[in-house]
């Protein structure tokens, strides 16, 4: 793994689950890790419920578009983390794969996604303390 690793977060429509992993994984670990997320099949806009529920923890994801998962991302990442679009994610030798399995916030309002959202923080927290851990100084 490089000195400052590099996580990509890839989901189907790259518009719930993957867009809240990555502004988690942003705003818990920082400039510690490179952040990216995709879509094999990106939809046309984030989830707003998805929206909604990071909002009421104090993360704006509004700006954020569905992005089309690239060859090019997943060379890049030293970490790939699925969720929910199975044999449609490139893979490549060296890089360490993960798939968590999360229910998909497509469709729901935002008393469904808070759980996901939550599940979602809990398993970014576990990344972190493997690919990034805080350093004292």
């Given at each position: 793994m490089s000195e400052k690793p590099s996580v990509l977060f890839v989901?189907?429509?790259?518009?719930?689950?993957?867009?809240?992993?990555?502004?988690?994984?942003t705003h818990l670990a920082g400039d510690?890790?490179?952040v990216r997320s995709a879509g094999s099949n990106p939809g046309d806009a984030v989830n707003p419920a998805a929206v909604e529920a990071m909002a009421e923890v104090g993360i704006d994801i509004s700006a954020e578009t569905p992005k089309i998962l690239t060859v090019d991302a997943v060379k890049e990442s030293d970490v790939c983390i699925t969720m929910g679009c199975g044999d449609t994610c490139p893979v490549f030798p060296g890089k360490r794969y993960l798939d968590w399995k999360l229910e998909d916030p497509?469709?729901?309002?935002?008393?469904?996604?808070r759980p996901i959202r939550d599940e979602i923080k809990a398993?970014?927290?576990?990344?972190?303390?493997?690919?990034?851990?805080?350093?004292?100084?």
């Open positions: 989901c189907v429509h790259n518009a719930g689950r993957s867009q809240m992993a990555a502004a988690w994984l510690r890790v490179e497509a469709g729901q309002g935002v008393a469904a996604v398993m970014v927290e576990g990344l972190i303390k493997e690919i990034a851990p805080e350093t004292s100084k």
